[in-house]
């Protein structure tokens, strides 16, 4: 059975991450940051595994 991953807003994540949603912002804007998957044009959202992962290789 699959499972279904976990899809997080921009403000989740930034609180998850403890950084402002302006600076979640910028770095998807510079390319940085955890990959972001765009529901529409200016709906970005985040899966959980994307920001684990990130989170992972940047400690």
Do not use: F, H, K, N
């Not at 930034?14 to 044009?41: F, H």
């Amino acid at each position: 059975m699959e499972t279904v991953e976990e899809i997080l807003t921009s403000s989740e994540v930034a609180r998850w991450i403890r950084v402002s949603e302006s600076t979640l912002c910028r770095w998807r804007q510079r390319g940085m940051g955890p990959r972001v998957t765009w529901m529409t044009s200016t709906c970005p959202r985040y899966r959980r595994s994307d920001v684990e992962q990130w989170l992972a290789r940047a400690s």
